[in-house]
């Protein structure tokens, strides 16, 4: 019998509901950026006294329309 190996994921996903912010550059709050940082997305801006953050690239947005939210999408560091 084999061990399964664990596997890790190749890529991390967080949806924010953009509640009027604009698709292109929304301003995460403090709250929606803690919450990448936690699930390992990479910064080159993270500043929570400043309430400023800024997501390292490359990274992918995906709007659905329907339901008001922008999905991040980054490649998990390996």
Partial sequence: MHANPITQPTELRHA??????DSAWPELTDQEALAMYIL?????????????????????TVRTIDRDELMFIQDAER
């Fill in 16 to 21: 924010i509901t953009l509640a009027g912010r």
């Fill in 40 to 60: 390992g997305f990479r910064f080159s801006i993270f500043d929570p006294d400043k309430g400023e953050y800024r997501l390292s690239i490359p990274y992918t």
